[in-house]
């Protein structure tokens, strides 16, 4: 990858770099299917290691938890003092994941390679968010969704990669994905380099327009509502991506492979969602996206639980479309509440997204062991009625009509 000129701050949708935001957007996709690998891994660790749902519920609540605790402190302090280079040494930790995931033969060191995982993760989320922020040119939503779809494409490839090359050839060859970690690393340090050039063009440009500031209540009263919409949606998101391979075997008797394929369909359309998401909420404001999304995943989420094996496969990608397209709204709506701290803003919200599906994944791994799987996708099913939350979050665009 070659060096990205550094443009000088503006805000204007002309000054959108996409070649800053493609390549953390690329990055996010290597990252994101190296942590993918993890849960695709399950039903082979499950049986390899003898363990029950309760111990792959605590490898997830290992892996995010980690970044859930870590994320927003990184936020914080790279807020007041931004590293421009810090993101290759998220994309080493999780190389050394990898490895450890790769060699293990023991469950403790299952455990140890899935925190580090958690480590590079909490690394990359909050600095990656906040120059997908910079590069924007103030269309922040097309930004965001740019930059989460990497992601979301990232979960979806890796559950075929583990389909078609770690469960036939083994644990080992985990190993072999450390080399997307390297490339991660490279292109990570050329974007790194991009951000040390655009700060010292900040400096020299007069400060902008004082940004828009609300009342502290109101801006509380947002943020907790944002942070259950965030519980919401990603318990119900990771009950399917944790889970959703058990539930098809256990219900319909498919194969390993052909619930990868549908874990596939499933985190696919959530990453056209999440693309989908952004421009939208541009358009139209996120208050809007998030009242859609949400709460129009309900009916959908309601019929899935009754659903033969052709119409679990539609309704599955019809929620991921649909429920995926909240996340860059409600973390561009959280950074418009909270101006200064785009890196704090993005590592709670990142952060939260991933410490409430880690304490999600253990607490439902406990209930499908003593009720069982379909039990947890029934009762799952009505999360996405915390949308009608949304009736409490500003109008944004009024407010700022009001403010001119």
């Not at 190296?34 to 029950?52: E, F, N």
């Not at 907790?224 to 319909?252: D, P, R």
């Not at 995926?324 to 950074?335: C, D, L, R, T």
């Amino acid at each position: 990858m070659t060096d990205i000129a550094a443009p000088a701050p503006r805000t204007t949708a002309n000054a959108t770099v996409f070649g800053v935001l493609f390549a953390v957007s690329g990055c996010h996709l290597l990252n994101d299917m190296m942590q993918s690998l993890l849960a695709a891994l399950y039903p082979m660790l499950k049986a390899d290691y003898g363990l029950a749902f309760w111990q792959v519920g605590l490898l997830t609540f290992a892996f995010q938890v980690t970044a859930s605790l870590l994320q927003p402190v990184i936020g914080l302090y790279t807020d007041k003092r931004p590293i421009p280079y810090s993101l290759p040494f998220g994309s080493a930790s999780t190389l050394f994941g990898l490895l450890l995931l790769a060699t293990s033969s023991t469950y403790p060191l299952l455990v140890l390679g899935a925190s580090f995982i958690g480590i590079g993760s909490a690394i990359f989320h909050p600095e990656s968010s906040r120059i997908a922020r910079l590069a924007s040119g103030g269309r922040y939503g097309l930004a965001q969704s740019v930059f989460q779809v990497g992601g979301n494409f990232g979960t979806a490839i890796g559950p075929l990669l583990a389909a078609f090359i770690v469960v036939p050839r083994g644990q080992g060859s985990v190993a072999w994905f450390t080399v997307a970690a390297l490339l991660s690393m490279v292109i990570l340090y050329q974007v790194g380099a991009w951000y040390s050039r655009y700060r010292a063009n900040a400096a020299k440009r007069p400060a902008g327009a004082e940004p828009m500031r609300l009342p502290r209540n109101t801006v509380t009263v947002a943020l907790v509502v944002l942070a259950l919409l965030t519980f919401s949606k990603n318990i119900y998101m990771v009950s399917l991506s944790s889970y959703y391979t058990f539930y098809v075997i256990e219900k319909f008797g498919v194969s390993v492979q052909h619930s990868q394929v549908m874990l596939f369909i499933f985190l696919g359309a959530a990453a056209a969602g999440t693309i989908l998401g952004g421009p939208i909420g541009d358009r139209f404001g996120a208050r809007t996206v998030i009242w859609f999304s949400i709460l129009g995943s309900l009916p959908f989420t309601l019929m899935m639980p009754y659903a033969d094996l052709f119409w679990t496969q539609v309704l599955s990608a019809v929620i991921g479309l649909v429920l995926a397209s909240a996340f860059p709204a409600i973390v561009v709506f959280a950074q418009e509440l909270v101006p200064g701290r785009v890196g704090l803003i993005a590592g709670i919200f990142f952060g939260f997204a991933f410490g409430i599906a880690g304490i999600a994944a253990a607490v439902l791994g406990v209930v499908a062991d003593a009720k069982g799987i379909e039990f947890v996708y029934a009762v799952c099913s009505y999360l996405p009625l915390l949308g009608l939350l949304t009736v409490f979050l500003p109008n944004m665009r009024r407010l700022r009509g009001a403010a001119h």
